[in-house]
């Protein structure tokens, strides 16, 4: 199986700051690699697909790169309706789904 | 709109049996996978099972596979999670989520509001 390694697990930034969240995988997924929104209490919410490309209705300072084994997740400028946790997920091709271990974004 | 509406979770005692439920409304049910994904109290997301759209096929997670059993009623728009046996790890909030394709990988693009399964004595 395909092992998904999320990093880090929380993580505190100010308004207004840029934000990095990065995913690795075991093996080579080539762009399978999404990424999704978290709020308490509420199901999560599709941001990036296939890396790289932004959900309908998302916003633009929601970004993602990488691919093979290396994927990051970027907000560009932190706003406070951004706290939530974030899961990056893999589709390793073989229909099985994998989520990250899922980052807590706080304001600091 | 998409609307993915699930049912049917509640407490049940280790060892024994629940049916949840999820109605969808919005699209075209009989064209698409579906899946269920859980999450435990404070902890991550976990894929438990999906059925392509004629309910031909279904893969699980290993932990599941042969207690869970996922089907659909493309009549009316209903996919379901039959839960056998169930342990206190199975307790969650499950989750009914729409399996959508690109050009690349899949990914869940709507999902319900979550039914929780509580398991203990």
């Known amino acids: 199986d395909i092992q998904v390694t999320q990093s880090p697990s929380s993580l505190s930034a100010s308004v207004g700051d840029r934000v990095t969240i990065a995913c690795q995988t075991s093996?080579?997924?080539?762009?399978?690699l999404n990424w999704y929104q978290q709020k308490p209490g509420k199901a999560p919410k599709l941001l990036i697909y296939?890396?790289?490309i932004l959900e309908t209705g998302v916003p633009s300072r929601f970004s993602g790169s990488g691919s093979g084994t290396h994927f990051t997740f970027t907000i560009s400028s932190l706003q406070v309706e951004d706290i939530a946790t974030y899961y990056c997920?893999?589709?390793?091709?073989?229909?099985?789904?994998?989520f990250g271990q899922g980052t807590n974004l706080e304001i600091k | 709109e998409v609307q993915l509406v699930e049912s049917g979770g509640g407490l049940v005692q280790p060892g024994g049996s629940l049916r949840l439920s999820c109605v969808a409304s919005?699209?075209?049910?009989?064209?698409?996978?579906m899946s269920w994904v859980r999450q435990a109290p404070g902890k991550g997301l976990e894929w438990v099972a999906d059925?392509?759209?004629?309910?031909?096929?279904?893969y699980y997670l290993k932990s599941v596979k042969g207690r869970f059993s996922i089907s659909r009623d493309n009549a009316k728009n209903s996919l379901f999670l039959e839960m056998n046996s169930l342990r206190a790890e199975d307790a969650a909030v499950y989750y009914c989520?729409?399996?959508?394709?690109?050009?690349?990988?899949?990914?869940?693009?709507?999902w319900g509001q979550g039914t929780r399964v509580t398991v203990s004595s």
């Open positions: 989520a729409r399996d959508h394709k690109y050009t690349g990988g899949w990914h869940f693009d709507y």
């Open positions: 919005g699209f075209t049910f009989s064209s698409q996978w």
């Open positions: 059925m392509n759209g004629d309910g031909t096929k279904q």
């Open positions: 093996q080579d997924i080539k762009n399978y």
């Open positions: 296939d890396a790289s």
């Open positions: 997920q893999q589709y390793d091709g073989d229909v099985f789904y994998t």
